[in-house]
């Protein structure tokens, strides 16, 4: 069955980097979009970026500049590279796979939508100290 299994959260200070992966399986990795999400206390799930099955990636505009969507098919690893953290970006983060290989809606920030993906995985918690 798919699974995806998400690590690198950790506690860092503000400005701090940190780089999170996502590991799949159990589905042809290839042909689907994959994305980023993120949820704070009290919010609802926000999609901070996405690649679909031909490369092209979206951000939400809040973190244009300092988040990076990334994978390497061969190892069917999903990555968010992170810089310049802010206390705003403390949330549990999530990566998330759709069987709509071709695209994805997006949400109102520009990320993609929760909606659009299929399968979840449990998350990893980033927390920034100002």
């Known amino acids: 069955q798919v699974q995806l299994a998400e690590s690198g959260g950790g506690s860092v200070q503000s400005g701090g980097s940190l780089r999170l992966s996502c590991a799949a399986s159990?589905?042809?990795?290839?042909?689907?979009?994959m994305g980023w999400f993120r949820q704070a206390p009290g919010k609802g799930r926000e999609g901070v970026a996405g690649i679909d099955s031909g490369g092209s990636r979206r951000y939400a505009d809040s973190v244009k500049g300092r988040f990076t969507i990334s994978h390497d098919n061969a190892k069917k690893t999903l990555y968010l590279q992170i810089n310049s953290l802010k206390p705003e970006d403390t949330a549990m983060y999530y990566c998330?796979?759709?069987?709509?290989?071709?695209?994805?809606?997006?949400?109102?920030?520009?990320?993609?939508?929760?909606?659009?993906?299929?399968?979840w995985g449990q998350g990893t918690q980033v927390t920034v100290s100002s």
């Open positions: 159990g589905f042809s990795y290839s042909s689907y979009c």
């Open positions: 998330a796979a759709s069987d709509g290989g071709s695209g994805y809606a997006l949400g109102s920030g520009g990320g993609p939508h929760p909606a659009s993906f299929d399968y």
